[in-house]
């Protein structure tokens, strides 16, 4: 069983800031990648941003400049600061996390349950 946890989602008006943390748990044996999507009322999920193991981040035109991703020393959590918040960045934000439970299972995607922002004027 591998589980992510979300937190540090809220309620916070435009231009202010929110760091949400996941943090993975359970039968791991690697972590490939790690990142944060949303999805607001009437929309699909979209991804926000991506940081794979040693690599690169990744994130969506609509964040660029003002989210940053980032990985724990223990890299099995994941960070996202949100900044200059606009309410049109009004999700629930869902944690995902590529894993590989056993030596010699395939990596599958696994997802946290969501963690709620919400961006007043």
């Known amino acids: 069983q591998v589980q992510l946890v979300e937190s540090g989602g809220g309620l916070v008006q435009a231009r202010g800031s929110l760091r949400l943390s996941c943090a993975a748990s359970?039968?791991?044996?690697?972590?490939?990648?790690m990142g944060w999507y949303r999805q607001a009322p009437g929309k699909q999920r979209e991804l926000v941003a991506v940081?794979?193991?040693?690599?690169?981040?990744n994130y969506a035109d609509s964040v660029k400049g003002r989210f940053t991703i980032s990985r724990g020393t223990a890299k099995s959590t994941v960070y996202l600061q949100m900044n200059s918040l606009k309410p049109e960045d009004t999700a629930v934000y869902f944690c995902?996390?590529?894993?590989?439970?056993?030596?010699?299972?395939?990596?599958?995607?696994?997802w946290g349950r969501g963690t709620q922002v919400t961006v007043s004027l």
């Open positions: 995902n996390a590529v894993i590989r439970t056993r030596i010699s299972d395939p990596f599958r995607y696994f």
């Open positions: 940081l794979p193991s040693g690599g690169t981040a």
């Open positions: 359970g039968s791991i044996f690697s972590i490939n990648a």
